[in-house]
């Protein structure tokens, strides 16, 4: 089979449209960002551009309008700025959603919202975790990372949904491509900053073993493992509101001292 090298197999549909899948519901008034092949319509809000921002990449059936103005709200009574990533066709963005295509959106948003990495608190939920622990990877200086619902192997998931009996990709080269792009134990090793890792014992999705491992690499000395005793991968906020609320602020003002 003639592969292109530019691309990878992980942007294939026989992987990437078994982990993503856009959404219609959108935002008023987005705020715009290029991704050089796709605009993206995120949200941003400013309470004082001096203070943190809060990064955030929502999960795969999701799309940023669930999250405004409610959780905006939020972080704002936390005194932080926000900025909500939209993901590739979810929403009103353009282009088409595909895992390694995207890894490089979070870092043209806080690039457009000139938010600098010292300033920026990354927050990735579920298939969020992979492009907040990228950005991290990619900008080390970020001052915190939240990591709830996340991925520790990307390889685990894919295997379990993706169909490759409709390519001629084998087992073998979906594990070394997502080694190539998703090697969170290399990436989270190298991040030093603050880390909070969030999950319920009861996740369905995603194993809890996935957080003890993100939580076991990450190289920073300021890491926190909260295991929530109920709710599943979708009811884990509601169902654990004060302790997440809780948690996300604490977090948020250890940075502010």
């Given at each position: ?71 905006a ?49 990354v ?13 991290a ?93 109920v ?9 654990n ?17």
């Amino acid at each position: 089979m003639n592969k292109d090298p530019t691309r990878s197999i992980l942007d294939h549909v026989a992987v990437s449209g078994h982990y993503l899948f856009p959404q219609s519901r959108f935002v008023k008034d987005p705020f715009m960002v290029d991704a050089g092949d796709a605009e993206l319509a995120c949200y941003r809000r400013i309470i004082d551009l001096n203070n943190f921002t809060l990064v955030h990449f929502h999960g795969n059936g999701e799309t940023v309008s669930d999250y405004v103005p409610d959780m905006a709200d939020l972080f704002e009574e936390f005194g932080l700025n926000s900025l909500f990533v939209e993901y590739r066709d979810y929403g009103a963005s353009t282009g088409e959603s595909k895992l390694v295509a995207m890894l490089g959106d979070g870092e043209a948003a806080i690039n457009e919202a000139g938010v600098t990495p010292e300033k920026a608190i990354v927050f990735g939920r579920s298939i969020g975790s992979l492009y907040a622990i990228e950005l991290a990877h990619r900008q080390p200086k970020i001052a915190g990372l939240i990591l709830e619902s996340g991925i520790a192997d990307p390889y685990e998931r894919f295997l379990v949904n993706a169909d490759l009996s409709s390519t001629n990709f084998s087992d073998d080269e979906l594990r070394v491509e997502t080694k190539k792009h998703f090697n969170h134990k290399k990436k989270l090793a190298e991040y030093k900053n603050p880390l909070l890792v969030m999950h319920t014992e009861n996740d369905g999705l995603i194993d809890i073993s996935h957080a003890e491992r993100n939580y076991r690499w990450g190289g920073s000395r300021q890491k926190q493992l909260l295991r929530f005793p109920v709710g599943n991968h979708n009811t884990i906020f509601g169902r654990n509101m004060k302790q997440y609320v809780d948690a996300i602020g604490s977090f948020a003002r250890s940075l502010q001292r």
